[in-house]
């Protein structure tokens, strides 16, 4: 926040223009050079201006206005700033080392481009840049509260739809041209449409519902990156939910996550009074604005539709829906271009958000043991799982709502932690004190599979006891090897037994058969002689 001469403004945008109207009104530019869409937008709301976007009204005045203007400051450097873009008539330049009443400008980044209109051809996505009149330049934008202009110099409001000012005093989405024509220009753009009537939750105009309804089909035109930015700045406002809802409504989802759908009016048992849907719409509200935290809240029981069942007393059940959704969630996820990072965490935090509820609604019932094992088993993902697993345990019916449960557990996870040195918010790794070496050391055996299960052996122990001395571990090493080798053995001496194969008359030997198809008579003789032997 910067204070200056009584007046307060939250970034330093709106000196950088009063820095390019000192520079403007006694140059050829001046009643040339437009702020446009967004920033107009905010200021009538009396919101901050986070990007400056500025059109020129002369051919290639985008690319002219930016040379001309760093070169005027002192900022041009060829190749770099600015930056241009000459089919699109676009350049992008920096106010670097600029400073105005004090005020450093460097970090002040701008685009600016000539009037336009677009021309699509086909189904591509990148349209020929012709220039236009600044009018032609309105019609052709994505909603008319984005198609408003302000003089540069004078700082009038041009609203050449004659829709702007009236949707946005009225709180209304449309679009500047038949919606029919604007979506068909660019289909991405239905999704603008619900990210902006999420945004302000506003209302979207009869005309532009249908039309979206009518050319949803179109957004499979649309790569799956600029998707997920859409629907990323979707979840990302205080409706998410709303977001959601227009996304099934309209059909959209049906396109990039269309097991959304599947979600709607599944319903659930008594500890829930919503069905699948609208439990998950209320999650996702309720979760703190951070993407991968609102992502899982989304996904968090896609799987439930997979395993529904309803056993005979007419009690509706779910088991292992956090398994199935965990892998749900890497395939829409992937499917929309996450990056492996974002998949990674947001599974995780769906694979593991059933864990706690056991713990009860004051998180009495769960053993400084289970939550060490939860600690490590969700590791760097549990600032993002703890407020989505909160904002699910406030969604439930009223009876099997648990609104104390993460704060009492939070605040012990936080005391594990620091108890076995760990200086993070409540992330742990266990510290064994053996390593592999130490196991060949003692039993003089070589590296295999058996080291991971006596490693494991000795983290369980560790869970139970963080101190967990090296002599112990050892004497524990010792003695789960003893009961390994003996199982190892004993399963080894099984595969080398023999069954009948009906087929040939002749004896094969176990590991063998378990080799043919699942319905091989020979395999099912295998089998059932193991299941015998246990």
Do not use: C
Request: hydrophobic share 35%; proline share 5%; no cysteine.
């Amino acid at each position: 926040m910067i204070r200056l001469y009584g007046l307060i403004y939250e970034n330093v945008e709106p000196y950088a223009l009063d820095f390019l109207r000192k520079l403007i009104e006694n140059s050829p530019y001046k009643g040339k050079v437009f702020l446009a869409g967004g920033a107009v937008r905010d200021e009538i709301l009396r919101k901050p201006i986070k990007d400056i976007d500025l059109v020129v009204s002369d051919p290639n005045g985008g690319i002219e206005f930016a040379i001309w203007l760093t070169k005027k400051i002192g900022a041009y450097v060829d190749g770099s700033n600015p930056v241009v873009f000459p089919r699109f008539g676009t350049a992008k330049f920096n106010l670097r080392g600029a400073k105005f009443n004090g005020v450093d400008l460097s970090s002040v980044d701008i685009e600016s481009v000539m009037t336009r209109g677009e021309i699509y051809k086909g189904i591509s996505r990148k349209p020929d840049v012709v220039y236009a009149s600044l009018a032609e330049d309105a019609l052709r934008r994505d909603l008319t509260i984005n198609s408003l202009y302000k003089d540069i110099v004078t700082g009038e409001i041009l609203d050449l739809t004659g829709k702007g000012l009236k949707d946005i005093n009225n709180h209304v989405i449309r679009t500047p041209l038949d919606p029919d024509v604007t979506f068909s220009d660019d289909p991405l753009r239905m999704l603008r449409v619900i990210r902006f009537a999420t945004r302000y939750n506003w209302k979207i105009s009869k005309k532009v519902v249908e039309s979206i309804s009518k050319n949803h089909s179109k957004l499979k035109n649309i790569s799956a990156e600029r998707i997920q930015d859409e629907f990323n700045k979707i979840l990302m406002t205080d409706h998410p939910d709303l977001g959601v809802k227009l996304l099934v409504l309209t059909g959209l989802s049906e396109h990039f996550i269309p097991e959304l759908e599947r979600l709607v009016g599944v319903k659930q048992n008594v500890h829930h009074d919503q069905d699948v849907f609208n439990h998950i719409l209320s999650v996702v509200k309720k979760t703190p604005l951070v993407l991968k935290s609102r992502l899982a809240a989304l996904f968090h029981d896609i799987g439930k539709p997979n395993v529904k069942n309803t056993d005979e007393n007419g009690r509706v059940t779910f088991h292992g829906h956090e398994d199935v959704g965990s892998d749900m969630t890497k395939k829409i996820m992937n499917r929309l271009k996450y990056s492996s990072d974002d998949i990674d965490s947001v599974s995780n935090v769906v694979k593991n958000h059933m864990r706690l509820k056991g713990a009860g609604p004051e998180g009495k019932n769960a053993s400084d043991k289970a939550l060490r094992r939860f600690m490590v088993d969700i590791g760097s993902d549990l600032d993002i799982a703890l407020p989505m697993i909160h904002a699910d345990n406030i969604s439930h019916s009223p009876t099997s709502n648990m609104p104390n449960q993460i704060d009492v557990l939070q605040r012990r996870m936080k005391e594990l932690a620091a108890a076995s040195g760990e200086q993070t918010s409540g992330a742990l790794k266990p510290k064994l004190p053996i390593s592999g070496n130490d196991i060949i050391k003692t039993l003089g055996i070589k590296p295999g599979p058996i080291f991971k299960k006596l490693l494991a052996a000795v983290e369980d122990a560790w869970m139970d006891t963080p101190g967990l001395t090296k002599d112990s571990a050892l004497d524990l090493v010792r003695k789960e090897y003893e009961k390994l080798s003996g199982s190892i053995s004993s399963d080894t001496d099984m595969m080398y037994q023999k069954v009948r194969n009906p087929e040939t008359g002749n004896d094969i030997l176990i590991k063998t058969a378990l080799k043919y198809d699942d319905d091989h008579p020979a395999k099912i003789s295998a089998l059932q002689r193991i299941k015998s032997s246990k």
